[in-house]
Structures are given as C-alpha cells and as structure tokens.
C-alpha cells in the first residue's frame, strides 16, 4: 500500500537487510555493480537522453542503465544505489527512468524521494557514517570529507548529515537564488524554509569567490520570513560547479 508521503522507515530498512546480510563491511570495500547482482540486477552502462539512469525489471530480473554521459563516480554510484531503491522497493512497477533532478529533489514524488533514502542508506549505512561524524562540527568541510570517504554526492550526504547529527540541521536546495527545497529530519519537527527567493544577506547569496569558510552568522539573512521572530541560525553554502545551483547547510541554535 502506498501512503501519501514517503515512506522513510521502509526505504532504510530495505538497505539495511542488504548490509546484514553481507555483514556490515564499509561500502568502499564493496563493488556496487556486484552488490546488484547480488541482489538479481545487472548495471550496464547506455545512451539515455535526458535521464540520469533507468531500471527496467523483467521476469524477476532487473537491469541498471547508467547514463555513460557520468563522469562523476560519486554521481555514479547514487545513481546505481537509487536504481536499486526502485528494484527493492516499487516492485509492482516495471520501469523507472529517472532524471538528474529527481535524484536531487526531495519534494515531488514520493517514489522519488523513497529511493533516494534507501541510496543514501545503502552508500552511507549508519553504522559506518556515525563514526565517520564522531561528533564533528557541522560544516561544508565535513560534508565534503564524507562525501569523499563514501564516494557519493553532496546533497545525499548533506541530507544524511541532518539525519544523523544530534544538532539542529537543515538542508537547502537553492537554484537561480530561488529555494527549490529543504530537508530536516522528520523526527526533529524542525520549522521549514519555505520555497522562494533565497534571502539577501545570507551565503547562498555571495558571489563563490566571497564564501567563507566555516558556519557563520548571517544577521541579516531571513531564512523565515512567515516568522515573527526567527530563531538563530548559522549558515555555510556551497555553490555547485553545474546549473548554478547552491547548497546551503543551516544549523539552527
Ligand atoms: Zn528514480
């Protein structure tokens, strides 16, 4: 049965099942492509026209195509980990072909949303990123470096990051300064940065060459403008070599 919103518990047990049964090794140590066929699905590379990737399941097996176009191997690999979401996880439907944007976007469809949990899940399983964190600060540096040990992509680590850190995170998507989404974790009930224009006076505003390093305060920056009094928050942003896009990491105080 499908509920009207994504279903986070499903889409995270169904990588951790995958990781007990091979015994909790760091996902470095394993070649996706072979953890597929382990799992009944073969990963080939192919020509897709405006699509990042496709799963199509045919007679219990399914088949990965991953746009050769991919340079990037992090991109790659969530590409594969998402594919895999929709073969483990949205049996009843037989193909999937999925964008760029629908691997970054965490506020369309639930289908989605639901297999880009289970990649970050199956990329970063919490065993393994919570001793990468080990009570870090919150920072672009820090994402950077997790994305880098787990060989996967900012926005996915960013958002396990929220998940993960006992503080107050919140993840936001800007592109062409308009906020397209944000993300904090479920479970904190944290308050929402709404879709629109991104705020004047807040790092996701500077030019890249003017970012600082490191979370900072941003005084003048309104991150919630539906608020009377907005609480404190500290910001770091990094803005994307692709689609003038930039990621933002709020941390509210
Ligand atoms: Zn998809």
């Known amino acids: 049965m499908r509920l009207n919103k994504p279903n986070y518990i499903s889409a995270q047990a169904a990588a951790f099942r995958i990781w007990k049964e091979l015994g909790h090794p760091h996902p470095s140590e394993v070649d996706l492509s072979d953890l597929a066929q382990f799992r009944d699905v073969t990963v080939a590379q192919g020509d897709l026209s405006g699509a990042e990737g496709r799963l199509t399941r045919m007679d219990g097996k399914g088949i990965i195509r991953v746009n050769r176009k991919i340079k990037r191997e992090g991109q790659r690999r969530f590409t594969i980990a998402h594919e895999l979401g929709h073969w483990e996880l949205h049996k009843d439907l037989n193909q999937f072909t999925c964008s760029e944007n629908d691997m970054k976007d965490y506020s369309r469809s639930n289908l989605e949303i639901e297999a880009n949990f289970f990649a970050a899940e199956l990329l970063m399983p919490p065993k393994h990123f919570r001793l990468a964190i080990n009570q870090k600060?919150?920072?672009?540096?820090?994402?950077?470096?997790?994305?880098?040990?787990?060989?996967?992509?900012?926005?996915?680590?960013?958002?396990?990051?929220a998940d993960d850190l006992k503080r107050n995170i919140i993840v936001v998507w800007?592109?062409?300064?308009?906020?397209?989404?944000?993300?904090?974790?479920?479970?904190?009930?944290?308050?929402?940065v709404l879709p629109g224009s991104a705020p004047i006076y807040s790092s996701s505003t500077l030019p890249r060459e003017e970012l600082l390093e490191g979370m900072d305060y941003y005084d003048q920056a309104k991150w919630f403008p539906q608020l009377h009094n907005s609480p404190e928050v500290i910001e770091e942003s990094i803005k994307m070599a692709n689609l003038n896009c930039c990621l933002t990491l709020l941390e509210v105080l």
């Not at 800007?174 to 929402?192: A, E, F, H, V």
């Open 137 to 161: 600060k919150t920072s672009i540096s820090l994402l950077k470096e997790l994305a880098q040990e787990f060989n996967t992509t900012l926005t996915s680590t960013a958002i396990r990051l």
């Open 174 to 192: 800007i592109q062409n300064d308009q906020i397209k989404w944000s993300y904090s974790t479920p479970k904190k009930g944290l308050l929402r």
